[in-house]
């Protein structure tokens, strides 16, 4: 049974800084793509980092040079560190796995930045 479980989220004041966690079981960890996507209301999920097996990220332009994601597979954990958020960063944070053609979800965390 594949399971990816958030943790992390909370409401943080602007400027803030938040550092989610995702941790996985019931598949080969390291082997997997793992990526954070956001859904904030009203709008369609969009892809937030992304990290390959290998450890090559990517990014939303619109989260460049603020969040950095990155990988323990001794702890089959991603993480995502969210520093100088803004109020368009609120939304639902979603942990992905993905290992053709398998595609896992978790139940996502909700991250507000609100002063």
């Known amino acids: 049974q594949v399971q990816l479980v958030e943790s992390g989220g909370g409401l943080v004041q602007p400027g803030g800084s938040l550092r989610l966690s995702c941790a996985a079981s019931g598949i080969i960890f390291s082997i997997y793509a793992m990526g954070w996507y956001r859904q904030a209301p009203g709008k369609q999920r969009e892809l937030v980092a992304a990290?390959?097996?290998?450890?090559?990220?990517n990014y939303a332009n619109s989260v460049k040079g603020r969040f950095t994601i990155s990988r323990d597979n001794a702890k089959n954990t991603v993480y995502l560190q969210m520093n100088s958020l803004k109020p368009e960063d609120t939304a639902v944070y979603y942990c992905?796995?993905?290992?053709?053609?398998?595609?896992?979800w978790g139940q996502g965390t909700q991250v507000t930045v609100s002063s």
């Open positions: 990290i390959t097996a290998v450890s090559t990220t």
């Open positions: 992905n796995a993905a290992f053709s053609p398998n595609d896992y």
